[in-house]
């Protein structure tokens, strides 16, 4: 019973910026890994960036330097602030909360459309 609802999606134009926003509900007490992944049109699902409870990250060497996930565990809020943004950037990005180990869950967001375009 965990729903992730993404926010903070657009069009905006290369260079530009955008925060996406995931906010989550239910029961999401042993959630240790979480991230953001896209999607663009005719490609796989791809990840982004993940962050832990424990506040570790990675990255996706194309976004690397530009891109910061963050979260806010009082607001069950998890965050992506993209900066020079690139026409490559396109996709639907999406939320993922996920357990690991023996007795595993993943949750995923609806996803939010961002568009980077002159």
């Known amino acids: 019973q965990v729903q992730l609802v993404e926010s903070g999606g657009g069009l905006v134009q290369p260079g530009g910026s955008l925060r996406l926003s995931c906010a989550a509900s239910g029961s999401i007490f042993s959630v240790n890994l979480m991230g953001w992944y896209r999607q663009a049109p005719g490609k796989e699902r791809e990840l982004v960036a993940t962050?832990?409870?424990?506040?570790?990250?990675k990255y996706a060497d194309s976004v690397k330097g530009r891109f910061t996930i963050s979260r806010d565990n009082a607001k069950s809020t998890l965050s992506l602030q993209m900066k020079s943004l690139k026409p490559e950037d396109t996709a639907v990005y999406y939320c993922?909360?996920?357990?690991?180990?023996?007795?595993?869950?993943?949750?995923w967001g609806q996803g939010t459309q961002v568009t980077v375009s002159s």
């Open positions: 993922n909360f996920r357990r690991t180990g023996p007795v595993g869950a993943s949750y």
């Open positions: 962050t832990t409870n424990g506040g570790s990250t």
